[in-house]
């Protein structure tokens, strides 16, 4: 065996070990092998499961994995045998996945119908103390392979774009099939380390453009769009009142301001905080804010009641919360966007879009068809399942 060939095998076996990663300009972390599993349970617990695990582990174990959408549904974390910080290098043989079938659900239609069924709850209870405000509406799209999907290559491509956070995750084991969830997140939940936090909500979006002008006016009109504005802020709003209990100082030092992804615009708000008390765990505050109105809405309750009404497949592990969390309590959590559950030779993918009033039904469509791009893109194909 040549040394290039003993390379990629090598890859491969890590590739096999790895239990999660997080990867991005902030840094990598990597967790090989299962160690031992934080016992699962939903958000009102988490606290005390979270304590009592690292009371028996120590301050210096780490453990990793991702909430679910739904609030009393289990989580599911990890403790990895073995966590490093430094990237993997790429394999220098790429596994092809072959030929691809796709099958979105619902149609893009059916989306629509969807959107205009929630604008029309909005229109109903305008007025009412508790009225429906926002609400985020997602859809997925299943991509099929001739070949089981190569997680190492798809966790590598999608680490190519600086803005965002690439992430793997296990999940819990379907009709005997194991699960991953991988994704490239724009969006930071929020970080702690000691007693400092940062969150960056994002809420409002336009597809990049290839040509340069046209990328320009299409920033340009979404700094400019009301109804983008009033989605964005109200993300803000609900992420400073939750955090507020929790801090002696909080603000937005920048305010509102444009960020983008390699294919996509959105509206970005940088919040930082010094806590009251440098204990309290991030994964703690993470699940306090999550799911926030940029993928649930406003009432929250109220507006994942309908969400479970409107979509007609349910979220799992989508729109909730990945990342990692230390015995010291300090760890980042991204919210769960842009991302697929793959199993085998499947991968389901995910988008949402905000609807408030004055929402288009056949634009938020077509932007959630725009968030597909970046998985499309690291899976090797087009929107019509060709490769690229």
Same mark, same amino acid.
């Given at each position: 065996?040549?040394?290039?060939?003993?390379?990629?095998?090598?890859?491969?076996?890590?590739?096999?070990?790895?239990?999660?990663?997080?990867?991005?300009?902030?840094?990598?972390? /990597?967790?090989?092998?299962?160690?031992?599993? $934080?016992?699962?349970?939903?958000?009102?617990?988490?606290?005390?499961?979270?304590g009592?695990?690292?009371?028996?582990?120590?301050?210096?174990?780490? %453990?990793?994995?991702? $909430?679910?959408?739904?609030?009393?549904?289990?989580?599911?974390?990890?403790?990895?045998?073995?966590?490093?910080?430094?990237?993997?290098?790429?394999?220098?043989?790429?596994?092809?996945?072959? /030929?691809?079938?796709?099958?979105?659900?619902?149609?893009?239609?059916?989306y629509?119908?969807?959107? #205009?069924r929630?604008?029309?709850i909005?229109?109903?209870?305008?007025?009412?103390?508790?009225? &429906?405000?926002?609400i985020?509406?997602?859809?997925?799209?299943?991509?099929?392979?001739?070949?089981?999907?190569?997680?190492g290559? &798809?966790?590598?491509?999608?680490?190519?774009?600086?803005?965002?956070?690439?992430?793997?995750?296990?999940?819990?084991a379907?009709?005997?099939?194991? /699960?991953?969830?991988?994704?490239?997140?724009?969006?930071? &939940?929020?970080?702690?380390?000691?007693?400092?936090?940062?969150?960056?909500? $994002?809420?409002?979006?336009? /597809?990049?453009?290839?040509?340069?002008?046209?990328?320009?006016?299409a920033?340009?009109?979404l700094?400019?769009?009301?109804k983008?504005?009033?989605?964005?802020?109200?993300?803000?709003?609900?992420?400073?009142?939750?955090?507020?209990?929790?801090? #002696?100082?909080?603000?937005?030092?920048?305010?509102?301001?444009?960020?983008?992804?390699?294919?996509?615009?959105?509206l970005?708000? #940088?919040?930082?905080?010094? &806590?009251?008390?440098?204990?309290?765990?991030?994964?703690?505050?993470?699940?306090?804010?999550?799911?926030?109105?940029?993928?649930?809405g406003?009432?929250?309750?109220?507006?994942?009641?309908?969400?479970?009404?409107?979509?007609?497949?349910?979220?799992?592990?989508?729109?909730?919360?990945?990342?990692?969390?230390?015995?010291?309590?300090?760890?980042?959590?991204?919210?769960?966007? #842009?991302?697929?559950?793959?199993?085998?030779?499947?991968?389901?993918?995910?988008?949402?879009?905000?609807i408030?009033?004055?929402?288009?039904?056949?634009?938020e469509?077509?932007?959630?068809?725009?968030?597909?791009?970046?998985?499309?893109?690291?899976?090797?194909?087009?929107?019509?399942?060709a490769? %690229?």
């Amino acid at each position: 065996m040549n040394a290039l060939a003993r390379k990629v095998v090598a890859a491969s076996a890590l590739q096999e070990d790895l239990l999660f990663a997080f990867q991005s300009r902030r840094g990598t972390i /990597r967790g090989l092998g299962m160690e031992a599993a $934080l016992q699962r349970g939903s958000a009102v617990c988490l606290g005390e499961r979270v304590g009592s695990f690292f009371s028996k582990v120590g301050a210096d174990a780490l %453990i990793a994995g991702a $909430l679910p959408f739904d609030r009393d549904a289990d989580d599911y974390l990890w403790q990895a045998s073995q966590v490093t910080k430094a990237p993997e290098p790429v394999p220098s043989a790429v596994r092809h996945a072959g /030929r691809w079938l796709l099958r979105p659900e619902p149609e893009p239609a059916g989306y629509v119908a969807a959107v #205009r069924r929630a604008l029309a709850i909005m229109e109903a209870e305008k007025g009412q103390a508790d009225a &429906l405000a926002k609400i985020v509406l997602a859809r997925s799209l299943v991509a099929i392979a001739e070949h089981p999907i190569d997680l190492g290559m &798809l966790l590598a491509r999608l680490s190519i774009d600086p803005a965002i956070t690439a992430f793997m995750v296990p999940l819990p084991a379907k009709a005997g099939q194991s /699960r991953a969830l991988v994704g490239a997140t724009p969006e930071l &939940l929020l970080s702690k380390a000691g007693g400092r936090i940062s969150s960056h909500p $994002l809420a409002g979006s336009a /597809r990049r453009q290839s040509d340069i002008a046209v990328d320009a006016a299409a920033a340009a009109a979404l700094g400019r769009s009301d109804k983008d504005r009033r989605e964005h802020q109200i993300v803000v709003e609900f992420i400073l009142d939750t955090l507020a209990p929790y801090c #002696r100082h909080l603000s937005r030092p920048e305010g509102m301001s444009l960020t983008s992804t390699r294919s996509m615009w959105h509206l970005g708000t #940088r919040i930082v905080g010094e &806590l009251r008390d440098e204990t309290v765990p991030a994964i703690v505050l993470a699940a306090a804010l999550h799911p926030t109105p940029a993928v649930c809405g406003l009432p929250r309750d109220r507006a994942a009641q309908l969400i479970g009404q409107l979509e007609p497949h349910h979220r799992d592990f989508y729109a909730g919360t990945v990342g990692w969390c230390d015995g010291r309590g300090d760890g980042a959590w991204y919210v769960t966007i #842009r991302c697929a559950e793959i199993s085998g030779c499947e991968a389901r993918l995910y988008a949402g879009a905000g609807i408030v009033p004055g929402s288009d039904p056949w634009a938020e469509a077509e932007e959630t068809g725009a968030k597909f791009g970046a998985l499309l893109a690291a899976l090797g194909i087009d929107t019509q399942g060709a490769r %690229i």
